[in-house]
């Protein structure tokens, strides 16, 4: 059984610029979940992918932005970067038929904004 | 809204002390509580479910609906239980969101 995976681990961008995350799912699980973690909080939920097409979102603006692949992989995407956008990234992938809130992590990526 | 509320941001309790973390949530409904565990360079982990009554590494965690807490207890700490603990709550219809804790960190001092 493969895990969560993430890249890349480390990532310096210039304010104004965009950014792209990616992610590839724990074997078998259908469903992407994305997160910030800003530093001393609790992860904040972006949004969700399944099948394809964003399913649910968080109190994000819309340049942030994602894409799932036919292989359940998924991309995070983050246009016009803005300092507080500095956080570690979290991936997590789950089965929409398994129990909600049974998530399985990436390792993050973290985004420094300059 | 559903909201989870960590008190505490840092607990050091000594080696063989008991340990409770804190958890109060909001939430119209009935609610499925999770903890989390983050230890040092490791990924973010699923550490127990309320739903399923269970003991995991001597930890448990008992609902309280009167109180809307659900804290994470374990008799006699261990050195190995430093890390850094999120109370979470899912959304139970609809897409899997879920709402983390701010955490607390735990310090076992040996």
């Known amino acids: 059984e493969t895990g969560v995976t993430q890249s890349p681990t480390h990532l310096i961008k210039t304010r104004g610029q965009q950014v792209t995350l990616r992610c590839s799912s724990q074997?078998?699980?259908?469903?992407v979940s994305w997160y910030q973690q800003a530093l001393g909080q609790g992860p904040q939920f972006i949004f969700q992918y399944y099948r394809e097409e964003e399913n649910g979102r968080g109190n994000f603006p819309p340049r942030f932005s994602g894409l799932q692949f036919p292989n359940y992989s998924s991309e995070l995407n983050v246009n016009a970067l803005e300092l507080d956008d500095s956080a570690l990234y979290l991936c997590a992938s789950s089965l929409t038929s398994g129990r909600a809130g049974e998530q399985y992590f990436g390792p993050g990526t973290r985004l420094t904004v300059t | 809204a559903q909201r989870v509320t960590q008190p505490e941001k840092l607990l050091s309790v000594f080696k063989g002390a008991p340990v409770e973390l804190k958890c109060n949530y909001s939430?119209?409904?009935?609610?499925?509580l999770f903890w989390y565990v983050q230890y040092s360079r490791q990924r973010l982990q699923l550490l127990l479910r309320h739903i399923s009554r269970e003991s995991i590494k001597g930890f448990t965690a008992d609902l309280n609906k009167g109180e809307t807490s659900f804290h994470l207890k374990k008799p006699f700490a261990q050195e190995e239980d430093s890390a850094m603990y999120y109370c979470a709550l899912p959304r139970k219809r609809g897409y899997q969101k879920v709402t983390f804790g701010i955490g607390t960190k735990l310090q076992v001092i040996p």
């Open positions: 074997s078998g699980h259908n469903t």
């Open positions: 939430y119209s409904g009935s609610p499925e």
